[in-house]
């Protein structure tokens, strides 16, 4: 019998399993996190190992360097995940790792480290995908949290608003047609000449500023539940280099402001009218933008107007780390999905509702 043979037959067990013990590992962009978690809200252990000093001297995340840091990291950071817990690897049921999406050669450093210790301790590897790690970063959060809701996603790779009527079923009601919200703060701080991390920075000289600047563009998703960022992208860089171009004092604080009032309302107006759409009175916000302040303040302030409940992860796991994998796929396996073969590997883009399937199961 081969490993999938054996793992299909460990999945049912632990599907039924009181306590399941699950290592899970996220390295999908500039963070190598590896995290244990207990029957997917109590976390044992969730240790982050930045880079983000690393890439600030460059401006951006560097793909190459982030793989050789995720390398040299995910050994040192495993044994921490482990002391902290106060376990031994054998007394872990599952492996779960991001397999998607990100910067290949960041994930393909956790997808390998998981493989090899999924087969070395005879334990099922759990393909996750990063978007569903996000979700469930609520219900570490939330333990009172529970399907269904409709979620707002906001990262630098994804911006979309999804029906979740459990745990692994959703329902994508819009997403943006062209930047991610979290590109487009990256790219609006750059061009301010902020450093890396955009988003954050855009946050807090926002809270010094004033809302003077109409970066309003066209909006024809404006009927839907589509969102378009790239237009007051675009609009904000014009307005910065023309006046630059002229020699005009700039005051970055008000156009951090103008913008962020912007888009933080395009989130807000869409992810209320898709609760009324969806006849759901729970909202949950998930990605790197919900530890946005403006953001949660008006999510806050119109779900409590609108009797809607709100929900946000804690700062700590609104960004990358691997108890919220940990957490998807724990539920991925009470479900008996995401089961993955030894041929696992990473993927670049993942549809935000996939869930994985692997060839043989």
Do not use: W
């Amino acid at each position: 019998m081969n490993y999938f043979e054996r793992m299909k037959i460990k999945y049912e067990e632990l599907k039924t399993k009181k306590d399941v013990v699950i290592l899970s590992i996220e390295s999908s962009c500039d963070e190598t996190s590896v995290a244990v978690i207990k029957n997917g809200r109590e976390v044992l252990s969730n240790i982050i190992a930045t880079q983000i000093e690393i890439h600030r001297r460059f401006g951006g995340v560097v793909p190459e360097v982030a793989s050789r840091n995720h390398i040299t990291a995910i050994s040192n950071i495993f044994e921490e995940a482990l002391a902290e817990a106060k376990i031994k690897s054998d007394d872990i049921d599952a492996v779960a790792v991001t397999y998607g999406a990100g910067l290949v050669g960041a994930l393909l450093v956790g997808v390998n480290f998981a493989k090899a210790l999924a087969y070395n301790l005879d334990i099922p590897l759990i393909a996750v995908s990063h978007v569903h790690g996000h979700i469930a970063a609520n219900y570490i959060s939330h333990p009172q949290l529970e399907p269904p809701f409709v979620c707002l996603m906001v990262s630098g790779g994804h911006t979309a608003l999804l029906e979740i009527n459990d745990y692994e079923e959703f329902k994508l009601l819009g997403t943006t047609v062209d930047d991610a919200v979290g590109e487009a703060f990256d790219k609006v701080a750059r061009v301010l000449g902020l450093p890396y991390p955009g988003g954050p920075e855009i946050d807090k000289l926002a809270k010094v500023g004033n809302n003077v600047y109409n970066f309003t563009v066209s909006n024809s998703l404006k009927d839907t539940f589509n969102f378009s960022f790239s237009g007051i992208k675009t609009a904000v860089v014009n307005f910065v280099h023309n006046h630059e171009q002229k020699g005009e004092k700039l005051n970055k604080a008000d156009i951090a402001c103008s913008f962020q009032e912007h888009v933080t309302d395009e989130l807000a107006v869409k992810a209320i009218k898709a609760c009324h759409y969806a006849g759901i009175n729970k909202l949950v916000v998930a990605g790197g933008v919900g530890a946005n302040f403006r953001l949660k303040e008006k999510l806050s302030t119109r779900c409590e107007s609108e009797n809607i409940e709100f929900y946000a992860p804690v700062l700590k796991y609104c960004t990358d780390n691997a108890a919220m994998i940990g957490s998807a796929g724990y539920y991925m396996l009470k479900r008996g999905l995401g089961l993955a073969d030894l041929d696992l590997t990473a993927k670049p883009n993942v549809e935000l509702g996939a869930i994985y399937a692997a060839k043989n199961n």
